[in-house]
Nanobody, 114 residues
Framework: QVQLVESGGGLVQPGGSLRLSCAAS????????MGWYRQAPGKQRELVAE???????NYADSAKGRFTISRDSAKNMVYLKMNGLKPEDTAVYYC????????WGQGTQVTVSS
C-alpha cells in the first residue's frame, strides 16, 4: 500500500515562503497525476495544484502566480513551493493522486500569521 508523507510546513509571516515535500513509498508518479490539497478549519479539502504525467501543471485561482508544484519521479517526491503566503493559506496541506486514490497522509500544517 502506497504511503504518502508530507513535510515542510510551519509558521511563517505574511509574505513569506515555504517549500512542502511529499514522499511516496511506491512509484505512483508515473501512473497518476499528483496534487497538493489543503484543508482549513471548518472547510472542505480543496485541490490547490496538480502536476500531470507529462509535467504540465494546473493551479487553483488562489494559488496562481504564488505556488509552484514540481515532481522528482526518480525520488518519488512531489514538492510545493509557496511564495507570498497569506493568512488565508493557513491550512493542513496534503498530497495525493488527482483524483485521490490513496489513503491520506497526516498532512503538514502551514500557519501564516504575524
Amino acid at each position: 500500500q502506497v504511503q504518502l508523507v508530507e513535510s515542510g510546513g510551519g509558521l511563517v509571516q505574511p509574505g513569506g515562503s515555504l517549500r512542502l515535500s511529499c514522499a511516496a513509498s511506491g512509484s505512483i508518479f508515473r501512473i497518476y497525476a499528483m496534487g497538493w490539497y489543503r484543508q482549513a478549519p471548518g472547510k472542505q479539502r480543496e485541490l490547490v495544484a496538480e502536476i500531470l504525467n507529462g509535467g504540465s501543471t494546473n493551479y487553483a485561482d488562489s494559488a496562481k502566480g504564488r505556488f509552484t508544484i514540481s515532481r522528482d519521479s526518480a525520488k518519488n517526491m512531489v514538492y510545493l513551493k509557496m511564495n507570498g503566503l497569506k493568512p488565508e493559506d493557513t491550512a493542513v496541506y496534503y498530497c495525493n493522486t488527482n483524483p485521490p486514490k490513496r489513503p491520506w497522509g497526516q498532512g503538514t500544517q502551514v500557519t501564516v500569521s504575524s
